[in-house]
């Protein structure tokens, strides 16, 4: 098993930057392929960046190309989602998942229900 703990969320202007941060302690780090998700309120939880084992290979949501950057650090077991040129439409609780792949290079996946370890969750929101 692994446990997730996300911080680096708050309240930032549109047009700024925040920097998530998700620390894993467990299981090797380097097991799992890492995601972010987000969820609005009254909304579904939805896929914004993958990264594979290794690092990579990175996946995004097309809302967010361009402005996010995931990336992973294995010696410190922590995966981070650097977000620039923050809109309001990004406001939401942003979760880190893990999911236990066999395979290095596996291609991050972008479905919700893969992923087998969840964080609590941070809040970001981003006023206009």
């Known amino acids: 098993q692994v446990q997730l703990v996300e911080t680096g969320g708050g309240l930032v202007q549109a047009g700024g930057s925040l920097r998530l941060s998700c620390a894993a302690s467990g299981r090797t780090f380097s097991s799992y392929v890492m995601a972010w998700f987000r969820q609005a309120p009254g909304k579904e939880r939805e896929f914004v960046a993958g990264?594979?084992?290794?690092?990579?290979?990175?996946n995004y949501d097309d809302s967010v190309k361009g402005r996010f950057t995931i990336s992973r650090d294995n010696a410190k077991n922590t995966v981070y989602l650097q977000m620039n040129s923050l809109k309001p439409e990004d406001t939401a609780n942003y979760y880190c998942?893990?999911?236990?792949?066999?395979?290095?290079?596996?291609?991050?996946?972008?479905?919700?229900?893969?992923?087998?370890?969840w964080g609590q969750g941070t809040q970001v929101t981003v006023s206009s």
């Open positions: 998942a893990a999911k236990d792949d066999t395979h290095w290079n596996a291609h991050p996946s972008v479905s919700v229900y893969e992923y087998d370890y």
């Open positions: 990264i594979n084992r290794s690092g990579g290979t990175a």
